[in-house]
């Protein structure tokens, strides 16, 4: 077969598919005329490959055609479009489908914090197990606070970012075995009432909430929802309802993770509180109202966009398209 003849004789089909393809919108003429161009170019670019399979013009058709098949079926959407989903729906849903286990978390968390730190204030015992009067009154009047300043802000901020991102992305994989988040919640609010009793204890308990409250009102905050995220997994396993105990993990984890995701860009924006805002020399009540304003602008995103979101269906999981069917139980 002669290419160049060929060529000459079906180029203006070619065109005119190129052309219906570019047009923003179709008439219902022009999608049937696209649809018989597709098929009579499909016929051509077999009779060429049948001579020619890795020719020029064999690649140009290819081309062709898989630009008209998108244009027909549509194109998943681009990255832009997902990322909008994701923060203005999918995230916000699964923020808020676990509202109410975040704030018993927060709730129960302070509650042993303040224990502690009650009982390490009022209990010379307890501080004397935790260093000597040097070493504490080191600690109270320098260390605690420098702990804050002692690095680059940026840098700071970065190592804080991270670590806390770790230990949320813990609590969501391993809330699973149900052991695992209140390890370290526990763990966590020992630490911190037990600090907070050694400040109280020689009268910096002011101290102690000025450096602690500003990142503390967020970054809690997100440990208790990586808490209440990996304790809905856990509590999916034991009682998954009407659905198969591996669809409704394989849900309820896909869901959650979006939390862990969402998660370290919450702990980014507490990490540069805790980097630039609680060591600077800002007074107390503007430290104080930016930590707040963070977290409060953290549950308007959740319960406004949150509800709206849960409302509308979602749920934080993905799509249809992506997930695949179930199987569907009583």
């Known amino acids: 077969m002669d290419m160049d ?12 598919l190129d052309e219906l393809v570019k047009k923003r919108r179709l008439t ?7 649809l018989v161009l597709y098929q ?34 549509g ?18 849903a699964a923020f808020y489908r676990i509202r109410w ?33 040097a070493q504490i ?42 052991l695992w988040v209140p390890y370290i919640l ?9 600090a907070g009793g050694m400040m109280a204890a020689h009268g910096e308990l002011d101290t102690f909430f000025v450096y602690i409250l500003p990142h503390g009102f967020m970054e809690l905050t997100a440990i208790f929802i990586a808490g209440a995220a990996g304790l809905r997994i856990f ?31 919450v702990l980014f924006i507490s990490g540069l509180v805790e980097g630039f805002i609680t060591p600077s020399p800002l007074p107390a009540p503007v430290r104080l109202a930016v930590g707040f304003a963070v977290f409060a602008a953290y549950w308007v995103y959740t319960l406004v966009l949150g509800r709206r979101a849960f409302r509308a269906g979602y749920r934080g999981d993905l799509s249809v398209r992506d997930t695949g069917d179930s199987v569907i139980t009583a």
């Open 28 to 34: 219902g003429a022009e999608s049937d005329e696209m």
């Open 137 to 178: 009154q080191q600690y109270v009047d320098e260390d605690f606070v420098n702990y804050y300043s002692e690095n680059p802000a940026a840098s700071f901020a970065g190592a804080v970012w991270t670590n806390n991102a770790w230990i949320a992305l813990q609590c969501v994989a391993f809330g699973i075995t149900g």
């Open 40 to 73: 009579r170019v499909s016929t051509h670019l077999s009779m060429i490959r049948s001579i020619a399979p890795e020719s020029q013009l064999s690649a140009s058709l290819s081309l062709r055609l898989s630009r008209t098949r998108t244009r027909f079926t």
């Open 235 to 265: 509590w999916t396993w034991i009682s998954p309802g009407p659905r198969s105990r591996l669809t409704a993990l394989a849900q309820e984890g896909r869901s959650l993770m979006a939390v862990a995701l969402g998660l370290v860009l």
């Open 101 to 133: 286990l975040t704030a018993v978390i927060g709730v129960v968390f302070t509650v042993v914090a303040f224990g502690f730190g009650y009982w390490a204030a009022n209990n010379p015992a307890v501080l004397a197990a935790m260093g000597t009067d």
């Open 5 to 16: 003849a060929f060529t000459l004789v079906n180029q203006r089909d070619w065109d005119r």
């Open 75 to 92: 194109v998943r959407s681009n990255f832009v479009e997902d990322r909008a989903v994701f923060f203005v729906f999918s995230l916000p």
């Open 186 to 194: 526990f763990q966590n609010a020992q630490g911190v009432g037990t």
